[in-house]
């Protein structure tokens, strides 16, 4: 089974509106960590936001926001008021922390402004 | 500057000749670890290093060797390469202590022919 999902391949959202990226994971660890990073077309791997297993709160960076719902092992990146210079790939990640502290990545989802 | 540096940033080989991709860090992390990544696919962990002379394999190991003998570096060995390995390589690194906020490299884009 695959660890990290994203089923969304592409998305197109229009400048200053919100946008959802969604991320399901699985595992049996108690204690992981998830991770999302972008990646705009230079190449670079950017870190955007972190969020613990044990964290009450969800997590939010700025324009970015983790929406956390451990029940249903979801961890969806939302990004309010899109610029032009949030195009990129994007990409869920997670760390198991006591089965080893392995990383996992999704297979991303490009994100594409539209002006 | 806080940085991960690999070295070379493109390379293009052929099939069976041995290479190996240099990884360094000046963050005293414990923590390293390399990816490749290929189209749909996302990135995918090949092995990770706690520390000094401690690694372990990820998903997808085969065909793939790094040694941890310094804390700074961390080098990818292809022993032999084969064309499926043609990828673009990250390598990163974080601290322990924390969340393991990784720092990537720039990448390398490895061509094998």
């Known amino acids: 089974a695959q660890k990290i999902t994203q089923t969304q391949p592409g998305m197109f959202v229009q400048e200053k509106e919100a946008v959802t990226l969604d991320c399901t994971y699985d595992?049996?660890?108690?204690?992981?960590?998830l991770f999302w990073y972008k990646q705009p077309s230079s190449g670079e791997m950017i870190f955007l936001i972190y969020?613990?297993?044990?964290?009450?709160q969800n997590a939010t960076e700025g324009r970015y926001s983790l929406n956390f719902q451990k029940a249903r092992k979801s961890a969806n990146l939302v990004i309010s008021a899109s610029q032009l210079g949030d195009s990129a790939m994007y990409f869920c990640?997670?760390?198991?922390?006591?089965?080893?502290?392995?990383?996992?990545f999704g297979t991303g989802t490009s994100l594409t402004v539209i002006p | 500057e806080a940085q991960v540096t690999q070295n070379p940033r493109y390379l293009i080989t052929v099939t069976g000749k041995k290479l190996t991709v240099t990884c360094s860090q000046n963050?005293?992390?414990?923590?390293m670890s390399w990816y490749r990544q290929d189209p749909g696919l996302g990135l995918r962990q090949i092995y990770y290093?706690?520390?000094?002379?401690?690694?372990d394999k990820g998903d997808v190991p085969e065909g793939y060797k790094v040694s941890r003998k310094e804390k700074r570096n961390f080098p990818l060995i292809l022993e032999s390469p084969s064309p499926n390995q043609t990828s673009l390589y990250f390598c990163?690194?974080?601290?322990?202590?924390?969340?393991?906020?990784?720092?990537f490299g720039p990448g390398t884009r490895l061509t094998v022919t």
């Open positions: 990163a690194s974080s601290s322990t202590q924390g969340f393991y906020e990784q720092y």
């Open positions: 595992t049996s660890d108690p204690s992981y960590g």
């Open positions: 969020q613990g297993s044990y964290d009450q």
């Open positions: 990640a997670m760390r198991e922390a006591q089965l080893g502290n392995q990383f996992y």
């Open positions: 963050m005293n992390h414990e923590y």
């Open positions: 290093s706690m520390n000094v002379e401690v690694t």
